[in-house]
């Protein structure tokens, strides 16, 4: 058997991972980590029973059954194209806008620069 320091070391780390892997194990067997595994799932599934309640609630609701009459006309208007219609419309709007502001704007800057001209060869 071989005692030297290098050997030490090894062996020390070996013993060292059997403890940690001894200490995790414990620890993930705990009733402690068991209870609060416990407690997480109680508390999800109050989560989802309160939502699922709000959903069914809401759901009922004149402000639900506006929702969804909204959200179903809206879907009605997608398929039917009339939001993209009204999207390209909106979209050629402004881009007349912009490109009759730069045409306004390169004329300013020529007649400015045709005045600088004049005043150069004065």
Same mark, same amino acid.
């Given at each position: 058997? +071989?005692?030297?320091?290098?050997? +030490?070391?090894?062996? %020390?780390? %070996?013993?060292?991972? /059997?403890?940690?892997?001894?200490?995790?194990?414990?620890?993930?067997? =705990?009733?402690?980590?068991?209870?609060?595994?416990?407690?997480?799932?109680?508390?999800?599934?109050?989560?989802?029973?309160?939502?699922?309640?709000?959903?069914?609630?809401? =759901?009922? =609701?004149?402000?639900?059954?506006?929702?969804?009459?909204?959200?179903?006309?809206?879907? %009605?208007?997608?398929?039917?194209?009339? *939001?993209?219609?009204?999207?390209?419309? %909106?979209? *050629?709007?402004?881009? $007349?806008?912009?490109?009759? /502001?730069?045409?306004?704007?390169? $004329?300013?800057?020529?007649?400015?620069?045709?005045?600088?001209?004049?005043?150069?060869? +004065?």
């Amino acid at each position: 058997m +071989d005692n030297s320091p290098d050997n +030490d070391v090894k062996n %020390e780390f %070996e013993t060292l991972g /059997e403890n940690l892997r001894n200490a995790i194990n414990a620890a993930w067997q =705990s009733d402690e980590r068991l209870k609060a595994q416990r407690q997480i799932e109680n508390g999800l599934s109050q989560i989802g029973a309160a939502l699922n309640d709000f959903t069914s609630q809401f =759901s009922a =609701s004149d402000a639900g059954k506006q929702v969804r009459e909204e959200f179903d006309e809206f879907t %009605e208007r997608l398929r039917s194209g009339q *939001v993209e219609a009204k999207a390209r419309q %909106e979209l *050629v709007k402004v881009l $007349k806008t912009v490109n009759a /502001e730069l045409e306004k704007a390169m $004329k300013n800057v020529t007649v400015s620069e045709q005045h600088t001209d004049k005043t150069d060869t +004065d």
